[in-house]
C-alpha cells in the first residue's frame, strides 16, 4: 500500500490557521480515497475530513464543517487539510489515511505517523 507522511502540524492561537500536508509515496495515490483523523489525549481517534480519488467530493464532520477544508492534488501525490478558525478542542494527533476499498465501512489500509496540532487560547 501507498505511505503516507504528514506535515504542518504545530502550536497556534485560538482563532488562527494552519495547513496540514500528507506526502504519498509507494503506490498509486489517485487509487486511494483519502481522509483525515484526529486524536486528543485521552479520547478515540475520530474522523475529521475526507476526499474521494479523484477529489471531486468532500466531507466533513460536524465539528469542522465550514472551518476545515480538504483537498489533494493527486499529480504530486499529495493530500492537504487546511484548517481555519482553529478552537482549543481541535488540539490533536492529525493523521492522514488512505482507503482503496470500495466497502462502505472498511477501515483505511494506509495510515501516516501523525502530527500533532496545539491550539492554545
Known amino acids: 500500500h501507498v505511505r503516507l507522511a504528514e506535515s504542518g502540524g504545530g502550536l497556534v492561537q485560538a482563532g488562527d490557521s494552519l495547513r496540514l500536508s500528507c506526502a504519498a509515496s509507494?503506490?498509486?495515490?489517485?487509487?486511494?480515497?483519502v481522509g483525515w483523523y484526529r486524536q486528543a489525549p485521552g479520547k478515540k481517534r475520530e474522523w475529521v475530513a475526507a476526499?474521494?480519488?479523484?477529489?471531486?467530493?468532500?466531507y466533513y464532520s460536524d465539528s469542522v464543517e465550514g472551518r476545515f477544508h480538504i483537498s489533494r492534488d493527486n499529480s504530486k501525490s499529495m493530500a492537504y487539510l487546511q484548517m481555519n478558525s482553529l478552537k482549543p478542542e481541535d488540539t490533536a494527533v492529525y493523521f492522514c489515511?488512505?482507503?482503496?476499498?470500495?466497502?462502505?465501512?472498511?477501515?483505511?489500509?494506509?495510515w501516516g505517523q501523525g502530527t500533532q496540532v496545539t491550539v492554545s487560547t
Open positions: 489515511a488512505g482507503q482503496i476499498s470500495r466497502v462502505v465501512g472498511d477501515p483505511p489500509e494506509a
Open positions: 509507494g503506490g498509486t495515490f489517485s487509487s486511494y480515497a
Open positions: 476526499i474521494s480519488r479523484s477529489g471531486d467530493k468532500t
